[in-house]
């Protein structure tokens, strides 16, 4: 009934960037809270971005200063642009909608970052 379409993962060398992407149909969009969520192997899944439908912006620690997120209202879509990438930022990343009671995950896309 409700698909997040999530695009933009890869290898990428340490220092370097990718962009995430994740679309979301308007009904979902235009009032759900949207974010991003990564889960590294053996670890649990952890907070990335998170951002309101009034552009509110949130940020893990570890990606704080390094990391955007943002929301093109028009396309329907969130963006993760990810700059100076690290070996410990390599994780399989989901899109996220939230609003109330009601959740909605992507599927995930890899990031790897490798020398």
């Known amino acids: 009934q409700v698909q997040l379409v999530e695009s933009g993962g890869g290898l990428v060398q340490p220092g370097g960037s990718l962009r995430l992407s994740c679309a979301a149909p308007g009904i979902i969009f235009n009032i759900y809270t949207m974010g991003w969520y990564r889960q590294a192997p053996g670890k649990q899944r952890e907070l990335v971005a998170t951002?309101?439908?009034?552009?509110?912006?949130n940020y893990a620690d570890s990606v704080n200063g390094r990391f955007t997120i943002s929301r093109d209202n028009a396309k329907l879509t969130i963006y993760l642009q990810m700059n100076s990438l690290k070996f410990e930022d390599t994780a399989v990343y989901y899109c996220?909608?939230?609003?109330?009671?009601?959740?909605?995950w992507g599927q995930g896309t890899q990031v790897t970052v490798s020398s």
């Open positions: 996220n909608a939230l609003y109330s009671a009601k959740t909605y």
């Open positions: 951002i309101t439908r009034g552009g509110s912006t």
